[in-house]
Nanobody, 128 residues
Framework: EAQLEESGGGSVQVGGSLKLSCTASGFTFDDSVMAWYRQRPTTNDCELVSAITSDGSTRYEEFAKGRFTISQNNARATVYLQMNSLKPEDTAVYYC?????????????????????WGRGTPVTISS
């Protein structure tokens, strides 16, 4: 059974940092596109944050560029999201997701769909 388990969420003040982790099991991590999505409480929208392919290519949505860094450790089947300079609008539940194969150009960006596996999410709260 495929599983994604997120950790690292929490509460920090504006300008702070958090590092999210997502450990995968039950599927071939090396052949997958891994992504972080988030669902914000204010809008209830679900949006793509960042993604990474097995060869290390990355994609960031505009709001994440320059502040967030996605990385992965294939040996540990783990993907990370380092988040710096956090803002109140980054408050959300962050979900790890995986898709078997494909590329990042076809990722859904405004809905949490189109991935094969999803984690349960880890909440992030930014306070001013």
């Amino acid at each position: 059974e495929a599983q994604l388990e997120e950790s690292g969420g929490g509460s920090v003040q504006v300008g702070g940092s958090l590092k999210l982790s997502c450990t995968a099991s039950g599927f071939t991590f090396d052949d997958s596109v891994m992504a972080w999505y988030r669902q914000r409480p204010t809008t209830n929208d679900c949006e793509l944050v960042s993604a990474i392919t097995s060869d290390g290519s990355t994609r960031y949505e505009e709001f994440a560029k320059g502040r967030f860094t996605i990385s992965q450790n294939n040996a540990r089947a783990t993907v990370y999201l380092q988040m710096n300079s956090l803002k109140p609008e980054d408050t959300a539940v962050y979900y790890c997701a995986a898709r078997r194969g494909g590329d990042m150009t076809t990722l859904q960006t405004r809905v949490c769909r189109g991935m094969d596996y999803w984690g349960r999410g880890t909440p992030v709260t930014i306070s001013s």
